[in-house]
């Protein structure tokens, strides 16, 4: 069962979100060689405050 994880800002629209995960298991079970049912997407949003770059939080 392969896993996919995705961490990303806030702001994509369910849309968007809906063909990424429709095409990110499309090319993984065909990659991979697995029926789409096996394959998981998880996509975790991280508000930018969260998230730091190069040691550095981004209100810093």
Known sequence: M???RLEMF???T???KRDFVREVTR???E???CKPE???VVITEIPKSHWA???VLPEE
């Open 2 to 4: 392969p896993m996919i």
């Open 10 to 12: 806030p702001g994509r």
């Open 14 to 16: 369910p849309e968007q």
């Open 27 to 29: 090319l993984a079970a």
């Open 31 to 33: 990659t991979l060689k």
């Open 38 to 40: 096996s394959v998981d």
């Open 53 to 55: 770059k190069g040691g």
